[in-house]
């Protein structure tokens, strides 16, 4: 099994990217053989302007760029796509909105026919959300923002493109005292995406 984790953190030494790593750890240690592919979007320089040219391979009338193309080629040789990033106004950071507005196009992760046909491309894609958040969860639950996020990442984003979402977990309160729970939790994750026991969402607090 291939597993591709993403991260969109500016710091190596952050919260996030520990996260995956213990998520990594988790995964390695698996009862299956794994290849796990690491993708830090930051580190790596990733542009994630959406520009002329992107909305040109969006219309059909050009190849998508070399940098896209890259990250294409990662996708498609993952199983599963693991998403690690902090939560930033309610919503991934714009680094990784980026990523998806310009890696997941018209043509490659979906074909949309201006008369209203939509062919999703990604039906064979396992996705799982690892969002590390420094609210608590009564704040989620209060303001609903935790059903804000459902709706425009996993099914604005992975639903429309055909991709199964087989986990999605909010690492909460990692600014105050949550961040060894969060650590704990991503291992534990890692264990299980190894291994093929998914539960479908979960909040550590």
Not at 29 to 34: E, F, N, R
Not at 108 to 132: E, N
Request: aromatic residues 8%; charged residues 15%; hydrophobic residues 45%.
């Amino acid at each position: 099994m291939h597993t591709l984790i993403v991260t969109a953190h500016p710091e190596t030494t952050s919260l996030t990217h520990s996260i995956a790593a213990q998520l990594s750890a988790g995964i390695a240690a698996s009862d299956t053989a794994h290849v796990i592919d690491m993708a830090h979007l930051a580190q790596e320089g990733f542009n994630p302007s959406f520009t002329e040219a992107d909305l040109a391979v969006h219309r059909h009338k050009a190849a998508p760029a070399p940098d896209v193309r890259h990250e294409q080629v990662r996708i498609e040789r993952a199983d599963a796509l693991v998403l690690v990033y902090p939560v930033y106004w309610w919503s991934m950071p714009a680094l990784l909105k980026g990523w998806v507005d310009r890696v997941f196009s018209n043509g490659w992760a979906f074909d949309f026919d201006p008369q209203g046909s939509l062919t999703k491309h990604l039906g064979g894609l396992s996705i799982h959300l690892v969002g590390i958040g420094g609210a608590d969860l009564p704040t989620y639950e209060r303001y609903g923002y935790g059903t804000a996020m459902k709706a425009q990442i996993e099914e604005g984003i992975f639903g429309y493109c055909g991709a199964k979402v087989d986990v999605s977990m909010l690492l909460l309160n990692s600014e105050n005292g949550g961040a060894v729970a969060a650590m704990e939790a991503a291992i534990r994750l890692g264990r299980s995406i190894g291994n093929g026991e998914l539960a479908r969402t979960a909040c550590v607090s």
